[in-house]
């Protein structure tokens, strides 16, 4: 299954406003990428954020966020975050912002 087009449509809608940001196609879906790190994707119907290790735990104790799984290897520092999660555009923004916070402190890529 593709990444679910209505939420990458958002997602890119999302980030507009911003600079630095690549979208490309990886790991069956989309992944917006920031100064050349993955910060948040598309994959089936959920959203892929990459928030850090602290921020990971803590979005996992919450309903709806699950841990980035997709190879039978969970990956630390990453959640899945279910379609109920970001019903709205408000609660949309704030998931991709966790993750904005934490890609900001990467050292840019390429």
């Known amino acids: 299954m593709a ?4 939420t990458d449509e958002r997602i890119q809608q999302l ?10 196609k990886m790991f069956g879906g989309t992944g917006f990428l920031l100064s050349g790190n993955m910060c948040v994707g598309v994959w089936k119907e959920f959203i ?11 979005m996992l104790q919450q309903r709806g966020m699950k841990p980035f799984d997709i190879t ?3 990956m630390k520092g990453w959640v899945m975050a279910e379609p109920d999660t970001f019903e709205t555009d408000i609660a949309l923004r704030e998931l991709i912002d966790t993750a904005i916070e934490f890609v ?4 840019p890529k390429g």
């Open 3 to 6: 990444a679910d087009p209505r």
């Open 15 to 24: 980030l507009k406003p911003f600079h630095g940001f690549e979208r490309k």
């Open 48 to 58: 892929i954020l990459r928030v850090g290790v602290d921020a990971a735990e803590r």
């Open 72 to 74: 039978g290897k969970a």
């Open 104 to 107: 900001l402190t990467l050292p």
